[in-house]
Structures are given as C-alpha cells and as structure tokens.
C-alpha cells in the first residue's frame, strides 16, 4: 500500500518514511503544498499523512479542498498546536485523526493502523478476505487461520493492496505504483507477475484471478 507523507521537517520526514517503509508500506513524500496536490491528482494513495503547519500554506485549506474534490481517503493530520479548537477545526475540515507534535512513532503507527482498518470494516489485527487471514503486524498469512506462513516484503505488500481492495481488478502497472515508491527505479513489467504466482502458490492457485488483457482480482467470496 502506498502513502503520501507531506511534511516539511526533513529529518522528521526521513525517520517516519523509514519507519513506514519497515512496516510494509511505500512512501511518497513531499514537502511543500503545491507538490502534495501534484501527487494527490496522479498517484494512489492508501492514506495521505498530513502536517497543517507548512511554510507555503495551510494544511488545512489543502485538506478542505482535497474533500471537496471527493478525496476520501483516510487522513492523519500532524500539528504543533495542541489545543483541543485546533482539533477541532480540523476534523470539522475533513482529517480523520489528529496527532500532536512531539509523538512517539509507535503512537503514530497504532493510529494509522486504525484508521485503515476503520476504512475496510477491520476491528483486529488480522485481515481476512475470502478465507485468508493477513496479520498486518507479523507479515504472515494463514488459510485456515492456525497454521501461517511468513511473507517477503513485495509478497506482503501485494497481498494487503489486494485484500484491502478486493472484487476490483488491478492492473499489472497499478499493482506496480503500489508496491514501489516514486524515487525508486522502474521495476521489470514481469514483476507483477512473478508474486502473484508465489501467492498463488501459498494461497491456492484460484484466489487471485487473472482478467486477460486487464489484470488481476481477488474475490471477496
């Protein structure tokens, strides 16, 4: 899954990047409004990670405008100020959650967690679509939900993108943007299919389907 990370502190936005990127997502980052909106009109985004104090203009009035143009993904506003009118105005103009300047990173990640599996309908840890069963935190995968199997990094964020995604048909070059991040060197176009057939392999060769001359599906049942 990938996210936008806008923030204007280059060393808080390097350290939280690396911190994402752990965790199994793909980080776009920016540092200025005018390149956040750029990517938020070209790129996929699972979740946008917003500071409202930014050097060129208001988070918030971009917030606004990104809702009001039907944006729905999840946001996690990021701020300084910590009285709870700042809160509220911004969830009034659209952020989902709201963290305050200085935060632990291990809060962050619990909140942004929470937020996509509020998103999908999840209440747990554990992802499940059709039978499988996806935890988020160990990056493993079960079938019958005793016995899991570890998952690479790309056979990972494969399947959650999938799984968070499911009745819908992905092509070969959006399954791509979503598992490498814009400063990262374009990946062979066989990739793609490469980790589709490990998962088949780990899965069963009729969870993913393939949509000739289209591209790939995983049924939610």
């Not at 935060?103 to 039978?131: I, K, M, P, S």
């Not at 016995?147 to 494969?158: A, D, I």
């Not at 814009?182 to 393939?210: C, S, W």
């Amino acid at each position: 899954m990938k996210l936008l990370l806008l923030e204007d502190d280059d060393l808080l936005g390097e350290s939280l990047a690396e911190t994402l990127s752990d965790e199994g997502y793909r980080v776009d980052t920016a540092t200025r409004l005018r390149v956040a909106d750029s990517l938020m009109q070209t790129e996929e985004y699972g979740l946008v990670i917003l500071d409202i104090g930014l050097p060129d203009g208001s988070g918030l009035e971009l917030l606004e405008r990104w809702r009001g143009r039907g944006y729905r993904q999840p946001i996690l506003a990021l701020t300084a100020r910590d009285t709870w009118e700042d809160k509220v105005l911004g969830l009034r103009r659209g952020a989902d959650d709201y963290l305050t300047k200085p935060f632990h990173e291990e809060e962050l990640l619990a909140r942004l967690h929470a937020l996509l599996r509020r998103q999908h309908g999840n209440t747990g840890n554990v992802l499940t679509v059709n039978g499988i069963h996806l935890d988020e935190h160990q990056q493993r995968v079960s079938t019958d939900g005793n016995t899991w199997q570890s998952l690479t990094g790309t056979e990972f964020r494969l399947l959650r993108f999938l799984m968070h995604h499911p009745d819908r048909v992905h092509s070969k070059l959006r399954l791509l943007d979503q598992l490498y991040t814009l400063e990262q060197d374009a990946p062979a176009p066989n990739l793609v299919e490469v980790y589709i057939g490990r998962l088949r392999r780990r899965l069963g060769k009729d969870v993913i389907k393939t949509r000739r001359g289209q591209g790939y599906i995983l049924a939610s049942s």
